[in-house]
């Protein structure tokens, strides 16, 4: 019996569910990276790293072609780094509707003084 698509999607933004991953997407958006540049820009263990690249891969998200000694990452396509602007988009919206109402709020409490 196939997988219903709102578990796909579910198991699919699951699967995105880690910083270190959110991280690695961002930076792959401007372009393919070795290993060691990620390494660089997110500050975490190697292990750690590896492992998180390890799912990213798994799932197809991004691609991995060994350059000599080094591995470079790559988004496997636009779709993704599309997904990553529309997520910031959403975000800077919660973010500034956010902001709207603390500013509502702290108006209302300077107007009960």
Known sequence: MPVPLYQAKAEFFRMLGHPVRIRVLELLQAGPLPVRDLLAAIEVEPSALSQQLAVLRRSGIVTATREGSTVVYELA?????????????????????????????????????
């Not at 993704?80 to 409490?109: K, N, P, S």
């Open 77 to 113: 396509g636009g779709d993704v780094a599309e997904l990553m602007r529309a997520a910031r988009r959403i975000l800077t919206g919660m973010l500034t509707d956010r902001d709207g109402l603390l500013a509502e709020l702290r108006e209302a409490e300077v107007s009960a003084r």
